[in-house]
């Protein structure tokens, strides 16, 4: 984004009003790109990461920002439905209108203006395809107006910035360090962007790209303060920034908020029934044993111990049926079943092949179908657990690494397929834990290396009374945390490890 210079404001004209007495305060979300550059025939507001649209990432940052009053949607004229349907889905409270926005930025700029009103209120105007702007952002553009009736996000250029002619010749370099990449949300005084769009209204040669822009050029004695963005508040404009979002939306972990105190976890989890495959031991077991604590019915299946098979469509069934006569529901399904076998792939014969494919991706395929129509009736979730080796096969188990990938992809899929269900779809992916599993594959590893399953399944717990879905959740070990040791294997224990229905770590 480009302003153009404006003079230096002397002391006089650079002193805010003495007092700002804001109504309210207002975000604008600008949608109103139809996606040509992306080429896929949608607005790419409307595309979909993270098993949401983008817009919907974006609103609901702000939705959930304390400093934020209302919001306005400003929307491509031919998808205002598309626009109504997502905001009515999300259940958005501080929504309300969605609007046809204009032809250009400024127009857009103007239209919103006048759905505001005359009313002293703050403005934020922020581009819909950030969806990743953060709650610091918007906090600290409303406080900066307390003081400045302009305030912008920009982040330092990391390039050399240079000018050229017609020609693409180099005619200047600026000096870097005086250089900034802006963002948005940009926010103003009401009072203050009013006025500089009515003096704009004289200007024959009007044009600007932003709004600080407009401010810069038509009240050239007004301070614009500068907040600091981030890096990973990247507009999607082209095909690669749909990709890089929706990874920067992996690698933030996504941290499901994790309640106060034990009584409010019981609070939320009372009455709610969960179905672990995979609960004998490990992640599943301590999951098991943690929700009950905190009140939920709690249905741990197992090879082993209940005789269920993950990969056979009646197994899990039969296993579903149990725990929804017994409660009249079934809130969450969680899937802790899985194998690890090394060995060159070259080397391994077909029977533990065709056992590491069924259990570690036809398991999960075969409950997520059977489980649907129940989590559909309660609008829950479907919890999966991946590995760190999903991001990078690892030799000498490469079909696990590659049935981990596949749940993330599944992950992904389904929570975007069961979107318009109300059904969430999230997957783990746990540091290196304290397993029988792990323990039987690697050996005994120094405990200070490995997370503890009570750890994993804590932050499980977590995700499952979240509203997340569509992201992969990184667990790691927290400083100086050491794993407690893994029970020594009992003769049932050692059976099913061997019996393919092992705990992921």
Request: charged letters at 20%; aromatic letters at 6%.
């Amino acid at each position: 984004m480009t302003h153009q210079q404006a003079p230096v404001p002397d002391a006089a004209s650079a002193a805010p009003p003495a007092s700002w007495l804001p109504s309210r305060t207002v975000a604008v979300v600008l949608a109103g790109g139809t996606g040509e550059r992306l080429g896929l025939g949608i607005p790419k507001q409307l595309l979909k990461i993270a098993g949401k649209p983008i817009i919907e990432h974006t609103l609901a940052v702000f939705e959930a920002a304390p400093e934020i009053d209302e919001i306005i949607v400003m929307m491509a004229a031919s998808h205002l439905a598309d626009a109504q349907r997502v905001v009515a889905q999300a259940g958005f409270r501080k929504v309300t209108k969605v609007i046809e926005g204009g032809d250009t930025r400024n127009a857009t700029t103007r239209l919103a203006l006048d759905a505001i009103g005359d009313d002293d209120v703050n403005i934020l105007f922020h581009d819909a395809v950030r969806p990743l702007v953060s709650a610091r952002i918007v906090r600290e553009c409303v406080n900066a107006l307390w003081t400045y009736s302009a305030v912008d996000v920009a982040i330092p250029s990391a390039d050399t910035i240079i000018q050229v002619d017609a020609d693409d010749c180099i005619t200047g370099i600026p000096v870097r360090s005086t250089l900034r990449r802006g963002q948005t949300p940009q926010a103003f005084r009401s009072s203050t962007i009013r006025e500089a769009y009515r003096i704009a209204e004289g200007d024959p040669d009007f044009a600007a790209t932003d709004d600080c822009g407009v401010v810069l050029r038509y009240l050239p004695g007004t301070p614009i303060k500068v907040i600091d963005g981030s890096d990973e508040n990247i507009k999607v404009t082209h095909p690669v920034d749909v990709h890089l979002a929706d990874k920067l939306f992996q690698l933030a972990a996504a941290q499901a908020p994790r309640l106060t105190d034990h009584r409010s976890y019981r609070e939320e989890l009372t009455g709610r029934t969960i179905v672990v495959f995979g609960g004998s031991y490990g992640i599943g077991h301590e999951l098991t044993e943690l929700a009950r604590r905190y009140g939920a019915q709690v249905f741990p299946f197992s090879r082993s111990s209940t005789g269920t098979h993950v990969e056979r469509a009646g197994d899990v069934e039969a296993a579903l049926t149990t725990a929804f006569e017994a409660t009249g529901r079934i809130d969450h399904v969680v899937v802790t079943a899985g194998i690890l076998e090394k060995g060159a792939l070259a080397e391994m014969d077909e029977e533990t092949m065709d056992r590491l494919l069924q259990v570690n991706f036809v398991g999960p395929v075969t409950i997520a179908r059977q489980a649907l129509p129940y989590l559909e009736q309660t609008k829950g979730q479907l919890l999966l657990y991946t590995s760190s080796s999903y991001t990078r096969g690892r030799a000498r188990y490469a079909l696990y690494s590659a049935t981990k990938a596949a749940l993330v992809n599944l992950t992904q899929a389904l929570a975007d397929e069961w979107a318009d269900v109300g059904v969430r779809v999230n997957c783990i992916n746990p540091e290196r834990t304290a397993t029988p599993m792990r323990t039987r594959a690697f050996g005994e590893e120094p405990e200070h290396t490995l997370l503890a399953a009570e750890t994993v399944a804590q932050s499980s717990l977590d995700v499952l009374i979240s509203e997340l879905t569509g992201q992969v959740i990184d667990v790691r070990r927290a400083p100086g945390e050491a794993a407690q040791a893994v029970p020594a294997q009992t003769p049932r224990v050692a059976d099913e490890i061997n019996a393919a229905s092992a705990t992921v770590g």
